[in-house]
């Protein structure tokens, strides 16, 4: 599984962004997703998840009310639409993919390359 991740920069605090993350290699529906992120203090930050049907979604508290993670089966990508962004969203942002969704890092088997994300104040 390749999968692709876009849509990071440089905003100011209060700014919106929304990144992506498109899948190939295997059927996307057969893909639980994920969004991490790292900082110079935490490798592996849970951020959200997304079940393979795309009903059920789980957030970090840090992020829960302002991130929306999102999937379109038909075009084998998910979306991270982050709103109301912080200074301490200040991340690289991974997107990644394994068999169930899950806050623990090391359930998902492929990861995207990173996405760089940075608000200023």
């Known amino acids: 599984v390749q999968l692709q991740a876009s849509g990071g920069g440089l905003v100011q605090a209060g700014d919106s962004l929304r990144l992506s993350c498109t899948a190939s290699?295997?059927?996307?529906?057969?893909?639980?997703l994920g969004w991490f992120r790292r900082t110079p203090e935490k490798e592996h930050d849970f951020v959200a998840h997304?079940?393979?049907?795309?009903?059920?979604?789980n957030y970090s508290d840090s992020v829960k009310g302002r991130f929306t993670i999102s999937r379109d089966n038909t075009k084998n990508t998910m979306y991270l639409q982050m709103n109301s962004l912080k200074p301490e969203d200040t991340a690289v942002y991974y997107c990644?993919?394994?068999?169930?969704?899950?806050?623990?890092?090391?359930?998902?088997?492929?990861w995207g390359q990173g996405t760089q994300v940075t608000v200023s104040s």
């Open positions: 990644a993919a394994g068999p169930y969704a899950s806050r623990r890092f090391d359930v998902y088997n492929w």
């Open positions: 290699g295997r059927t996307f529906t057969t893909l639980a």
């Open positions: 997304i079940t393979r049907s795309g009903e059920t979604t």
